[in-house]
């Protein structure tokens, strides 16, 4: 077994995130699990840890200073929770993706992420999402690092490459024709004329700007949104695009690369969920159970604007969700005359009366412009992380407003 640290330290990860993936991997559940998952033994990761510790115990470097002592709790309990479950999953995918990389156990730990675990990210700030990226990232590429350097885990990893492509192998022939058949109908559209492919519909373009917001004009939205809804109303094939077209120029004058690609990939990422969201507010299925709450395109711009603005979790907490699958939570944040206002709406006299469980009241009861600015993008993000608008007959029942609870959270 090597002396010190496998491959030394990631140049493209700072020591302080090193240090903190060293001191989880340290804690005495995901010592044991990792032990395990490697087939290095507590003993032997207790020793790599200890030395690797030793080794940059003196190194300085710079910390996620905007990133409170509670949120730094949350997000390594998480972490530690997520990779733990990763080492417990019988299938040992991590063997294999750890030969790939450390981005590559870092995209498998994101997929082992819990729901709730995922519900409170996404609503966490963009810096308390950077650090888990980070530190999970750090944690990823020690495990990777000592399945490639040490004999035993890697040769343990090799075997299992084998067996899953030798698997692989056996089952080609019989989805070779399930394959082809769509590969060729694939090809077939890609050399189809360019007016055949104009036919499949047209796209409707929402470019975001700097601060991730939108570009265009008021009338220019106005305009945009009106037409997504009468191709909706029409039933004509289109599709719903978010773009960042000055996000390069944006990045130009950063000499960190790291730095540089940690953003765009945010960037990205913000972009692609309300690309998604964007798409499931203007379906045939949202249009038929919102269209009450949406009398105008004024009304629309509002929701739009929102679903691009995400939501910031501050004030006070309204629960939204459902107990019918899919089951989901939607929760949103109010101001103070956002709660005067959905009192009112109740008719229950006090804010505390909303106390109640599921069936005591329900999301249409709320004021419409709760409705529309907090309610509507909440609950398209939500149905869109739990990928349910992802098939195109999707039940628009889950977007029904009577169907959502709502109580004080």
Do not use: C
């Not at 340290?26 to 033994?41: E, K, V, Y």
């Not at 570009?215 to 004509?236: G, I, M, P």
């Not at 978010?242 to 790291?258: A, C, H, N, S, Y």
């Amino acid at each position: 077994m090597p002396e010190e640290l496998p491959g030394k330290l990631s140049p493209s990860i700072p020591v302080a995130l090193t240090k903190v993936a060293l001191r989880l991997i340290g804690a005495s559940d995901l010592a044991d699990a990792i032990g395990d998952l490697t087939g290095l033994g507590r003993t032997s990761i207790d020793s790599l840890v200890r030395t690797a510790k030793t080794q940059i115990a003196d190194r300085a470097s710079a910390e996620f200073t905007a990133v409170g002592d509670a949120d730094r709790e949350w997000a390594e309990s998480m972490l530690s929770r997520t990779y733990v479950r990763l080492a417990a999953d019988p299938a040992r995918p991590v063997m294999s993706e750890s030969l790939i990389g450390a981005e590559a156990v870092a995209r498998l730990a994101g997929a082992a992420t819990s729901v709730e675990d995922l519900r409170v990210l996404d609503s966490s700030s963009d810096d308390v999402q950077a650090y888990v990226t980070a530190v999970s990232e750090a944690i990823a590429y020690l495990i990777s690092q000592w399945y490639s350097t040490n004999e035993e885990p890697n040769r343990a990893a090799m075997s299992q490459v084998a067996g899953e492509t030798l698997q692989t192998v056996r089952g080609l022939q019989a989805h070779l024709d399930a394959v082809i058949a769509p590969a060729m109908r694939q090809l077939q559209q890609s050399t189809a004329p360019a007016e055949e492919q104009a036919s499949q519909g047209e796209q409707f373009i929402f470019e975001l700007d700097a601060d991730l917001q939108l570009r265009a004009s008021e009338d220019e939205l106005a305009d945009l949104v009106q037409a997504a809804v009468v191709a909706v109303y029409e039933e004509r094939p289109f599709r719903v695009q978010v773009t960042l077209p000055i996000l390069d120029d944006q990045l130009k004058d950063i000499d960190d690369v790291m730095v540089a690609s940690q953003i765009r990939r945010q960037y990205r990422a913000k972009a692609r969920r309300a690309e998604l969201a964007l798409s499931a507010f203007f379906s045939a299925q949202v249009e038929s159970v919102w269209v009450a709450y949406l009398r105008s395109v004024s009304d629309r711009l509002v929701v739009v604007r929102a679903i691009v603005a995400g939501q910031v979790p501050a004030g006070s907490k309204l629960d939204v969700w459902r107990t019918e699958p899919p089951i989901a939570s939607a929760p949103v944040w109010l101001t103070p005359d956002e709660i005067t206002a959905v009192v009112e709406s109740t008719r229950l006299g006090e804010w505390n009366h909303l106390r109640g469980g599921a069936g005591w009241r329900a999301a249409d009861e709320l004021p419409p412009s709760v409705i529309r600015e907090k309610v509507m993008p909440s609950i398209l993000a939500e149905l869109v992380r739990r990928e349910v608008t992802t098939n195109e007959g999707w039940d628009a029942e889950a977007a029904l407003l009577p169907h959502w609870h709502i109580g004080q959270g």
